[in-house]
């Protein structure tokens, strides 16, 4: 057993009894190739819990400070994940992503890049249009449906594929690529809630 398989079973144990997770769509996920999953930003916990619930393991950016915690720092690197460099462009990051897709793995994004203060839907960054664009990665968008309550009910939603052929030939923008997959997540929040 992977560590990351082991800390998988460690947190679901920890979550089951707390939330009542709802995850729907897991038909959706593609089972093999690179997948760029996308998802909105609600809570802390939220990587992790998209960690629990797809279906297959989840290579996530974590922001650099992550990495400088003691003890939580020597773990995240075990858990697929990688540091970025928060607001600026971080080529070492964007490579490593890329690589990852490249390689038939899964990356997961909060493409809005920070949690949201309000629950709603904000505005998604350049970076998700530009993982979409520079590869065939199958993008798969997610809703996490809260609020994270104790016994209150988490509906974590994937839905199906974005098709990309179309944005990929016109060369669309990374920005419009992106607003095109934040329109996914709200429309998947919308139909769920």
């Known amino acids: 057993m992977t560590f990351y398989s082991f800390a998988r079973s ?3 144990g920890a979550f089951k009894p707390i939330y009542r997770m709802e995850v729907l769509g897991k038909e959706h996920f593609p089972k093999e190739g690179g997948v760029l999953l996308c998802a909105n930003h609600i809570h802390n916990f939220d990587p992790p819990m998209v960690g629990i619930t797809a279906p297959r393991p989840v290579h996530f ?3 650099e400070e ?3 915690v003691p003890v939580l720092g020597k773990i995240v690197p075990h858990l697929n994940a990688f540091p970025v460099k928060r607001g600026m462009s971080d080529r070492e990051a964007l490579r490593k992503g890329l690589n990852v897709l490249k390689e038939g793995h899964v990356l997961g994004l909060f493409p809005e890049g920070t949690r949201s203060k309000t629950g709603e839907l904000g505005k998604g960054l350049a970076g998700a249009g530009f993982f979409a664009l ?3 990665a199958q993008v798969v968008p997610c809703a996490i449906i809260g609020p994270y309550k104790a016994f209150g009910k988490l509906r974590i939603v994937y839905g199906k594929p974005i098709p990309m052929d179309e944005l990929r030939k016109n060369k669309v923008s990374a920005e419009e690529t992106t607003d095109v997959i934040m329109n996914e997540i709200n429309n998947l929040i919308v139909k769920n809630k």
């Open 66 to 68: 992550l990495f400088n």
């Open 61 to 63: 950016m974590a922001k």
């Open 134 to 136: 520079r590869t065939d």
């Open 10 to 12: 460690v947190v679901y």
